[in-house]
C-alpha cells in the first residue's frame, strides 16, 4: 500500500520546494551543494558516498527520513547503472598485484545531486513510497569538539534502515553507530559512510546480524588499510553500532566507545570496551610481539590507548579490527540506549548518566530533545576534554506511563479498555500538538509520523558539528538544557526583551531595541509603573555626550561607552575643545568662586575622579557646565 494522502502531499510539496531551490541541472562550472570530503573514490565506495551525499543534503532541506531515505535509494541505484568509466582519473592506484581504478570524487558528486534532481522530478508524478508502521525511535543527538584542536568523532542515524536499502522481506530495522576517530578524522568518515553498506550486502545478514556486523567491521577496516596505503594516511577509529530487528538487539563495537541500556530506569552492561589494560587483551598483544606500557595510561606499544580499531595500518597485527557482538532480547520495558565515544564515558560512569537523564525528563516533563546536550554538559563539566558526542535511542516514549511488570493475561484485557477510553481526551490534545509539530515541520518540507511525537528528520539528524557551527565551539551548553524547542518568547508584545528576574528582587532590567544616535542600543530600566517593559517611544537627543544630572531629577546616566563606532571622533574632538575652554576659563572661574552664591553642588575641578574608580575598569567620561556642577 503506497503513502497515504496527506503523506503523499507533505512529499509533493517537499519536493516541489526542493526543486525550485536546487533549480536542476547543476552548471559544470558551478559551485556544489554538499563537497566531497576526498577528492578520490574506489568503485566499492560509490554506493556510500551516495547515500552520504543524498542524506545529509536532504537533511539541509528537513526532509522526512522516510522520504530522504527512498530518495537515496532510488539515487544510489541510478548512479550505479551508470557508466561510470567517464569519470576515472588518467592515472591507477597499484597495490601488490591489484589496480584499483580512481574516480573523481567533484564529478561523481554532480551526478550524485542530478541524478537525485531526476528522481525528485520524476517522483513528483506519484511518490512510489510503500508505508510501514515504524516503531518507536525517538532520538536525541549533541557532539562538541571540547578542548581538542579537531572534531574526529562522527555519527550515523538510519532509524528506517529498509528504506534506505530497499528490504521489503524483512522486520523492522534501524541502525545507530558512533565512531571515534583518533590521528585524524578519515577513518572516522569511512566507516560511517561504509558499515552499514558492508553490513547489508553480507550474506548471512538475513540470518544472523550479529555475525554480519563483524564481518562488515573486518571489511570495513580492511579496506580502509588498502585506501590509507594508497593516499598515505595514518589514522584509524573506534567504534560502536547497535542493530535493531524487531524485538531483538545486536550491538557490535572496536575499541573503547560504548553503549548503554537503561530499562526500568537501570543500567544494564551490555559490553565491555576494548582497551590495552583488559588481561586478555594483554596477553593478545604480547602474544603477538607487542607490549603494553604505562604512559600516562595503558598504551600498545606505548603509544595507543585502545587494542582494537578500524585502520591504524602501521600499528597491525596488534590493533587488529575484529569486533566483539553480542544480542539482547526486548521485552518492551526497556526505555532507552546511550551511545557515546570515551569522552563521555571517561568521566560519566552507567549510574550517573541515568540519573542525569532521568533528572532532565522530569524537569521538562518528558521533552527528550535537549537529553544529549545535558548529558555532554555534564561529562564535560566533570572534567573530560575530549570529543564529546553522545546519541540517545528511546525505545518508548517517556512521557507514557511505564508498562506494567507482571505479564498481562489475555482475561484481564477487557478490564483495561474502560481506562483507556477515559484517557482519548488526553490522547486528543496530544495528537493536536502533534498535528500542530507536523506543520511546523511541513513549512520546511515534512514531518515524520513514525511515532507520537516524533519529529522529522531534523529531530533526527541534528547533530554537530554540522548544524549550529558546533565544530568550534567547547562550552558545555548546560544553560541550554532547560530550554524546548522554540523557548520563550525573547520579545515582548511591545518589543523589549525582558531579563528574567527572581521573585522578590528588584525589577530587572530590560534590554530595549530603542536606537541610540548612529543606531546604538541603550540599557533602561525597568519602569513598571509606567505599564510597558521599559520601552519608551520618545525622540533621543541628538547631542552625541549623554548629559549628566544629578539623581535627584530621576533620570539616569548613560554610558558613553555603549555608543556606536559614527561619530566617537567627533566626540573626542568636542572633548579637546571643551578641556581648552575650561583652561582658559579656569582663572575667570577660580575668581569669581568666592563671590558666588552658595550652591549644593560643590565645584570640582576638571577632569573629574571617581571615588569608584579601579584599575583596569573603564568608566564612562562626564562632561560638566562651566560651574562644575
Known amino acids: 500500500m503506497a503513502a497515504c494522502g496527506s503523506e503523499e502531499k507533505t512529499y509533493r510539496r517537499f519536493l516541489e520546494l526542493f526543486l525550485r531551490e536546487m533549480k536542476p541541472p547543476l552548471p559544470e562550472d558551478g559551485p556544489l551543494p554538499t563537497r566531497p570530503l576526498s577528492d578520490s573514490l574506489a568503485e566499492d565506495e560509490v554506493e556510500g558516498e551516495t547515500l552520504e551525499l543524498c542524506l545529509q543534503h536532504l537533511c539541509k532541506y528537513n526532509c522526512p527520513f522516510t522520504l530522504a531515505a527512498a530518495l537515496a535509494r532510488g539515487t544510489a541505484d541510478s548512479v550505479l547503472q551508470s557508466d561510470l568509466s567517464v569519470y576515472h582519473l588518467n592515472k591507477n592506484t597499484e597495490d601488490g598485484t591489484e589496480t584499483f581504478p580512481q574516480?573523481?570524487?567533484?564529478?561523481?558528486?554532480?551526478?550524485v545531486f542530478n541524478k537525485l534532481c531526476e528522481t525528485c522530478c520524476l517522483w513528483l508524478k506519484g511518490v512510489p513510497i510503500r508505508r510501514r508502521a515504524q516503531p518507536y525511535y525517538e532520538t536525541s543527538i549533541h557532539a562538541i569538539k571540547n578542548m581538542r584542536r579537531k572534531m574526529?568523532?562522527?555519527?550515523?542515524?538510519?532509524?528506517?534502515?529498509?528504506?534506505?536499502?530497499?528490504?521489503?522481506?524483512q522486520e523492522e530495522q534501524a541502525y545507530f553507530a558512533v565512531f571515534d576517530g583518533h590521528g585524524g578524522v578519515d577513518a572516522a568518515t569511512y566507516a560511517a559512510n561504509h558499515l552499514h553498506v558492508n553490513l547489508v550486502r553480507q550474506e548471512m545478514f538475513s540470518q544472523d546480524p550479529g555475525e554480519a556486523l563483524c564481518r562488515a567491521f573486518k571489511l570495513t577496516d580492511e579496506r580502509f588499510v588498502q585506501k590509507a596505503k594508497r593516499e598515505n594516511l595514518r589514522c584509524g577509529t573506534t567504534g560502536v553500532v547497535t542493530f535493531l530487528r524487531g524485538r531483538t538487539l545486536y550491538v557490535a563495537w572496536l575499541g573503547d566507545s560504548q553503549v548503554m541500556l537503561v530499562k526500568k530506569g537501570q543500567p544494564v552492561e551490555l559490553m565491555k570496551p576494548h582497551k590495552p589494560d583488559r588481561e586478555d587483551e594483554k596477553q593478545r598483544i604480547e602474544a603477538l610481539g607487542g607490549c603494553v606500557i604505562w604512559f600516562g595510561t595503558w598504551r600498545v606499544n606505548g603509544s595507543l590507548?585502545?587494542?582494537r580499531a578500524i585502520g591504524d595500518s602501521e600499528h597491525k597485527p596488534y590493533i587488529c579490527g575484529d569486533a566483539d557482538h553480542i544480542s539482547f532480547p526486548l521485552d518492551g520495558t526497556e526505555d532507552y540506549l546511550i551511545l557515546a565515544c570515551d569522552g563521555f564515558y571517561d568521566t560519566m560512569n552507567p549510574e550517573e548518566a541515568a540519573r542525569v537523564v532521568s533528572d532532565h525528563l522530569q524537569e521538562n516533563?518528558?521533552?527528550?530533545?535537549?537529553?544529549?546536550h545535558k548529558l555532554v554538559a555534564s561529562a564535560r563539566d566533570a572534567g573530560s576534554s575530549d570529543n564529546i558526542t553522545v546519541i540517545v535511542v528511546f525505545l518508548r516514549d517517556p512521557r507514557a506511563p511505564p508498562p506494567s511488570e507482571e505479564p498481562e493475561e489475555e482475561g484481564e484485557e477487557p478490564e483495561e479498555e474502560p481506562v483507556e477510553e477515559e484517557a482519548e481526551p488526553e490522547e486528543e490534545?496530544?495528537?493536536?500538538e502533534e498535528t500542530s509539530q507536523s506543520e511546523l515541520v511541513c513549512q520546511d518540507g515534512g514531518g515524520e509520523n513514525g511515532g507520537k511525537s516524533r519529529g522529522g528528520w531534523p529531530l533526527q539528524q541534528c547533530s554537530a558539528p554540522a548544524d549550529l557551527a558546533y565544530e568550534d565551539r567547547m562550552d558545555s551548553f548546560t544553560d541550554r538544557t532547560s530550554l524546548s524547542i522554540t523557548g520563550p518568547k525573547p520579545f515582548t508584545e511591545k518589543g523589549c526583551f525582558q531579563l528574567p528576574s527572581e521573585p522578590g528582587s528588584p525589577p530587572s532590567r530590560t534590554f530595549s531595541p530603542d536606537l541610540g544616535p548612529g543606531g546604538g542600543w541603550v540599557w533602561r530600566p525597568r519602569m513598571e509603573a509606567e505599564g510597558i517593559c521599559g520601552l519608551r517611544h520618545q525622540k533621543r537627543p541628538k547631542s552625541l555626550v549623554p548629559p549628566f544630572t544629578n539623581s535627584a531629577t530621576g533620570r539616569w546616566l548613560e554610558a558613553a561607552a555603549l555608543f556606536p563606532q559614527q561619530g566617537r571622533r567627533k566626540r573626542r574632538m568636542e572633548g579637546a575643545s571643551l578641556k581648552r575652554e575650561m583652561k582658559k576659563r579656569r582663572p575667570i572661574l577660580t575668581a569669581q568662586k568666592s563671590h558666588c552664591p552658595l550652591s549644593p553642588h560643590p565645584y570640582v575641578p576638571f577632569p573629574l575622579r571617581c571615588i569608584d574608580s579601579r584599575p583596569g575598569v573603564a568608566m564612562p567620561r562626564v562632561t560638566h557646565d562651566e560651574y562644575g556642577v
Open 103 to 111: 574516480i573523481e570524487a567533484v564529478k561523481l558528486a554532480r551526478l
Open 152 to 169: 574526529e568523532d562522527r555519527h550515523v542515524v538510519i532509524p528506517d534502515f529498509n528504506s534506505l536499502f530497499n528490504l521489503q522481506d
Open 305 to 307: 590507548s585502545v587494542s
Open 365 to 372: 516533563s518528558g521533552d527528550t530533545t535537549m537529553v544529549a
Open 429 to 432: 490534545e496530544g495528537e493536536e
